[in-house]
């Protein structure tokens, strides 16, 4: 009943948000002029206006794109007339993969710095990762993007500039992480990417840990004598573990968003680069498809998360049984 | 003592081992290229867009062919003549393969001159540069006769922009059956072997290709289309050569002793139109705020002001950092009909001001300069250095920059009156008709007229240009439209950039006046 | 006996314990008060073109200018000074960031009100809206609407609201469901008082302090989303550069060594959303009960 409802109440934001861009990318500029043949004459861009669907009234231009769209169909990419949802789905896997490395980097190092700032917040250690957690949430990705190329790559060349490796296709979807070569193009990428959630996180932990270690099972295992180590691992950890995961997958669609700006310094072949040159040359029907694309992918990792939620937290499990 | 046979058979065996060995370690020579627009798709006749053509002409080639500097050289034909003022003949060079191995016929280029018409939903394709044909005839394998609709001199011109595809893959094939690959079967020097949308496209050489061998076996047409991305991956050798070298970066590759950079004069010319049609443009109001009796463009001594008061030596120097030659022309030196008498105007603020206060604006005026910032090199900062030097003169300019897409859409409804474009052409009397030509929408002609300049001379000129089949007698038609047009300050022209490409040191290429990058041009030294 | 401190000395006693936060703090006014006195500081103004040359383009930090002054941290690629461009860039982006900041507050502090004590379909109502405007990020949303508004402060500033507002009705709205529980609460409503009376006199009051700890750390996430939408440009148009955009327009020359023109105004927003999180963190922690 819950899942219906929440999969009803999905379809209505996808209708309304795809009226509302259609709408308003409409409103700005034509799309012919930046692509047409320079030599063409006003004959032949009218010619290509009318061919295009161009001159015809907004609510039928919309009303062709949305039925097309039940089917599968969101129109054909002005640039390169190709449908629009091939152009987004061929450039997915790079930005997935871009996202989740980001997610993993930040996650296997923001745990467990967190867990350390919080248990010793005082000392040096302490706060030097708080100090290095807010350079790191307070520093413009891309600027924080040059100066990792500048000084990995450009400087001591250990790290190529720009691009995606080489490829394998594992289950008909291209990876790159796979082969050093390819790893060695994704790690800047996905620090960059990282930084922002890595620091988010950090500090999350820390908090988290700090309320934990200040409750009254800490003092009452402790009081017990069960070792130091124990009592963190068991019943601080435990504690902060669920919050934790429900942020990382909501932030999950947060960084899928943000790549848009580490994809364009990075030159990552992905979705969010796509987005803005398709911004530039306002080509309609994949500026559409994206933001419908991306909104299917929020939706469903925010159901994703409500059913894991609701799954782990043992008080929701208990309320909802009764 | 002599040496058992043995021993010197046991050297031989070696040695020829060594050889073999080494020839088998030998690395393909291989270029990788950073190209810096975006390709959006491989059909060679679906946009006609640079990127496209850049790495469409790898693969496919063209009947007429453009020289570095932008003269026409035979291509596919050997050669071609007018047989009249309306027909034309084209001979086909003999034994030209396609990457199949098939040969080329007349067949192929009747088809690949028809293709253009065909194309479905291209929102700018190639069907204005075969308007002029009315129709063609395969005469036999090698012969192929065009007739046209009307005397055009051009006509040779405008077919350097139709590549030839092979009629037995491309048949009903559209731009998804090229983006795989399947039809992209050409007679170019390199094949397909891979394409990554936005990343990267693969070629491998075509050993059948009739033109001198390239020196590379293998190709990487890599898309990078960041500024300063590009320039990082050439200095870090991740790739051999990159196109258009940002202005900031030049001095710093040519410093470097592993780099090198070649450039030349581009085709591309930057222009400022002025609305010359409307009595009350917008964005002109007098210097008290209040709108002006009269559009001052309309005054020649206004626009040789603000001519005067463009400062082109500095924007050439602090803000293109050397990339741009200040320009008089229509088209750049070297170009089919460019003037060389044609001197680009001096910096003079004092005339300037004394020309205003003649036409009788002693206190100026206030204007709008809009313009696109993301489209040609250093656009906006351009813009904004134009403004600053009017300012001092006391025309107070105001900047409104926006994406190209955004720019051209407010320039169609009319709400501009002091442009920025850029024109590439490499013929004066084709750079007029859209330009400077009088808007004539059922003739084709002024179609980038923005400020509708009219001119009946002018167009009388260029219009015996077009028509003109004598090449000879046409260049001078061409350049004496184009004198007239300039010296009456048509348009204001600002600059013709230079176009430049960074490569390792060990790298030769003739710099191309059309912008074009092709691997196959590109030698050791 | 020991005299019981007033609420707001205890918070600058807590505050000031963390030395690091109270030198952040000092650093932000001095920010703030450089940036409004630019016009008055400042040798040039760097937005009246008629005070530009061209030809005293990138110069280095130290060179002198042709009307007698120096250009302390150089000059960019149009003449204009670094030192006054970024003092104009700090006071746009902090304008702009305070500006979205204020009114999302508002915006946010109204709704939420009204959700909470209008309860039923009305608070479901705008509590789905507003869940439905967080799960977005904000880049996207902001970038989507500045891709169809184009560019131009306002529309900026619009941006930036649309995407905050959401966050602080959520926030307001879960406090003000805490204290109209409270007893305080029935008392006035039996002694007929009217909502907004009870809302404004006696909820406010206590849903305030948190926020505006909040709205802080939300300023520094406003003025560093105009900057990167700046840096896509979509941002700010260039008559009036953030330090975003100074950003973004020194970006292509940090390579060929003429680093200033981007490192400067990239050190002055880092200092000013550095200093605003740290005030902002410092004024949580000694705040937050639960850490006491």
New interface residues.
């Given amino acids: 009943m819950f899942v219906l409802r929440r999969l009803g109440q999905s379809a209505l934001t996808l209708f309304v948000m795809s009226a509302l861009v259609f709408t308003g990318v409409y409103a700005i500029g034509n799309p012919v002029d930046i692509l047409i043949n320079p030599q063409a004459d006003q004959a032949e861009i009218a010619q290509t206006i009318a061919r295009l669907g161009l001159d015809r009234p907004l609510w039928e231009q919309y009303w062709v794109f949305l039925s097309g769209a039940v089917s599968g169909d969101l129109g054909k990419s002005f640039a390169a007339s190709v449908p629009a949802i091939d152009l987004i789905l061929e450039r997915m896997p790079a930005t997935l993969e871009l996202a989740l490395m980001a997610m993993v980097i930040a996650v296997v190092l923001g745990i467990p710095l967190g867990l350390l700032a919080g248990l010793k917040p005082h000392s040096w250690v302490g706060r030097s990762i708080m100090a290095g957690s807010i350079l790191g949430f307070s520093l413009p990705t891309f600027w924080v993007g040059l100066m990792l190329i500048m000084v990995f790559s450009v400087q001591l060349g250990w790290l190529p500039t720009t691009g995606r490796g080489p490829t394998l296709d594992v289950l008909g979807i291209p990876v790159s992480f796979l082969s050093w070569d390819g790893l060695r193009h994704l790690i800047l990428p996905a620090t960059n990417l990282a930084l922002f959630k890595l620091s988010l996180l950090i500090r999350l932990t820390r908090a988290g840990t700090r309320e934990a270690m200040l409750q009254d099972y800490v003092r009452f295992a402790r009081a017990k004598g069960v070792a130091e180590r124990e009592v963190v691992r068991v019943h601080v950890l435990r504690n902060i573990l669920i919050p934790v995961i429900t942020v990382v997958g909501l932030e999950l669609g947060s960084v899928i968003a943000f790549a848009i700006v580490t994809e364009t310094i990075f030159a990552w072949p992905g979705m969010g680069k796509l987005l803005i040159d398709s911004i530039n040359v306002l080509d309609r029907p994949v500026i559409v498809a994206y933001l419908l694309v991306i909104v299917f992918m929020f939706i469903t990792i925010n159901l994703l998360v409500d059913v894991l939620y609701t799954a782990l937290d043992p008080r929701v499990r208990l309320k909802g049984a009764r | 003592m002599k040496q058992s046979p043995r021993f010197l058979h046991g050297w031989a065996l070696l040695l020829c081992l060594a050889s073999i060995a080494h020839s088998a370690i030998t690395p393909a020579a291989e270029l990788r290229i950073g190209l810096s627009g975006?390709v959006?798709?491989l059909?060679p006749h679906?946009?006609?867009?640079q990127p496209n053509l850049t790495v469409a002409r790898h693969v496919f080639e063209s009947l007429t062919d453009v020289d570095p500097q932008t003269r026409l050289i035979p291509g596919l034909a050997e050669r071609w003549r007018a047989l009249d003022a309306l027909n034309w003949e084209f001979n086909l060079r003999r034994g030209v393969k396609f990457h199949d191995g098939t040969e080329l016929t007349a067949e192929d280029v009747a088809f690949s001159l028809q293709r253009p018409l065909s194309i479905?939903?291209?929102?700018?394709?190639?069907?204005?540069?075969v308007?002029a044909v009315e129709s063609t005839a395969v005469v036999d394998k090698y012969t192929l006769r065009v007739r046209t609709k009307y005397p055009y001199g051009a006509l040779p011109e405008e077919l350097n922009s139709i590549l030839i595809v092979s009629k037995k893959h491309a048949l009903n094939a559209?731009?998804?059956d090229f983006?795989s690959g399947r039809a992209l079967i050409g007679t170019g020097p390199y094949r397909f072997v891979r394409y990554?949308?936005?990343?990267?496209l693969e070629l491998a050489r075509h050993d059948g290709w009739w033109g001198r061998r390239p020196a590379w076996d293998k190709v990487t047409l890599?898309?990078?289309?960041?500024?300063?991305?590009?320039?990082?991956?050439l200095?870090?050798?991740?790739l051999d050569v990159i196109e258009h070298v940002?202005s900031?970066?030049i001095?710093?590759i040519n410093k470097n002793k592993k780099l090198r950079v070649m450039q030349t004069t581009s085709w591309r010319t930057i222009l400022l139109h002025v609305d010359q049609y409307r009595p009350q443009p917008p964005g002109i109001t007098g210097a008290d705020g209040n709108p002006l009796a009269r559009n001052p463009f309309m005054d020649r001594r206004v626009r040789l002001a603000i001519s005067k008061a463009i400062?082109r030596t500095?924007?050439a120097e602090?803000?293109m950092e050397g990339l741009a030659v200040p320009a008089a022309n229509i088209v750049s030196p070297g170009v089919f009909g460019h003037n060389a008498a044609l001197k680009a105007e001096p910096y003079d603020p004092e005339g300037a001001k004394r020309l205003l206060a003649e036409a009788g604006y002693p206190k100026g005026f206030n204007i709008t300069l809009a313009g696109p910032?993301?489209r040609y090199i250093n656009d906006?900062?351009i813009l904004?250095?134009v403004?600053?030097?009017l300012?001092?003169i006391g025309i107070?300019?105001?900047?409104?920059?926006?994406?190209?897409?955004?720019?051209?859409?407010?320039?169609?409804k009319e709400e501009t009156s002091f442009s920025l474009l850029g024109?590439?052409?490499f013929a004066a009397d084709?750079a007029l008709?859209?330009l400077v030509a009088t808007?004539t929408?059922?003739?084709?002609?002024g179609?980038?007229n923005w400020g509708r300049y009219s001119n009946t001379k002018v167009d009388a000129l260029m219009e015996q240009a077009l028509a003109s089949v004598d090449r000879p007698k046409r260049e001078a038609l061409a350049s004496a439209a184009n004198t007239l047009a300039m010296n009456d300050l048509a348009f204001i022209p600002v600059h013709h950039q230079i176009v430049s490409w960074g490569m390792r040191a060990g790298l030769s290429y003739t710099p191309r006046t059309d912008e074009f990058t092709f691997a196959h041009h590109f030698t050791p030294r | 006996m020991s005299m019981a401190l007033s609420p707001r000395q205890e918070f600058t006693r807590g505050f000031a314990r963390d030395r690091i936060a109270l030198a952040a703090f000092w650093v932000l006014c001095l920010l703030l008060l450089a940036a409004i006195a630019a016009p008055l500081i400042t040798p040039q103004n760097p937005y009246d073109l008629a005070q530009l040359d061209i030809l005293d383009s990138k110069l280095a930090p130290g060179a002198k200018s042709a009307a007698g002054y120096t250009y302390w941290l150089g000059s960019d690629d149009q003449g204009r000074d670094m030192v006054s461009a970024i003092l104009y860039g700090l006071r746009i982006s902090l304008s702009v960031g305070v500006a979205s900041t204020l009114a999302a507050l508002g915006i946010g502090l109204v709704i939420g009100l009204i959700a909470a004590r209008a309860g039923g379909w009305l608070d479901a109502l705008i509590m789905r809206i507003v869940d439905l405007q967080l799960s977005f990020p904000s880049i996207l949303v902001a970038l989507i609407l500045l891709a169809l508004a184009g560019q131009g402060v306002d529309k900026i500033i619009i941006a930036l609201i649309v995407v905050q507002w959401a966050y602080y009705a959520r926030t307001v709205r879960g406090t003000a469901l805490v204290e109209l529980r409270k007893e305080y609460v029935d008392a006035a409503v039996c002694a007929g008082y009217g909502s907004a009376r009870i809302l404004l006199r006696h909820v406010l009051p206590n849903v305030m302090p948190p926020l505006i700890v909040v709205a802080t750390v939300q300023v520094a996430h406003a003025i560093a989303l105009e900057a990167t939408l700046s840096f896509l440009g979509l941002g700010m148009p260039i008559t009036s550069p953030s330090l975003g955009l100074l950003i973004a327009n020194g970006y292509v020359h940090l390579l060929s060594g003429k680093y200033w023109i981007s490192f400067f105004p990239g050190i002055a927003l880092l200092l000013i959303i550095v200093a605003i999180n740290l005030v902002g963190d410092q004024s949580r922690d000694v705040l937050n009960p639960r850490l006491k």
């Fill in positions: 975006e959006t798709s059909d679906f946009l006609a867009a479905k939903g291209s929102p700018g394709g190639f069907a204005s540069f308007r559209g731009p998804e983006d990554q949308r936005g990343d990267r890599r898309i990078v289309t960041a500024d300063p991305s590009r320039t990082a991956a200095l870090s050798g991740e940002p900031a970066d001095r710093n400062h500095a924007i602090r803000v910032n993301n906006e900062q904004q250095t403004a600053q030097l300012t001092r107070i300019t105001r900047v409104e920059a926006a994406p190209m897409s955004a720019y051209l859409g407010r320039v169609r024109w590439g052409s084709l008709r859209s808007p929408p059922d003739k084709g002609y179609a980038w």
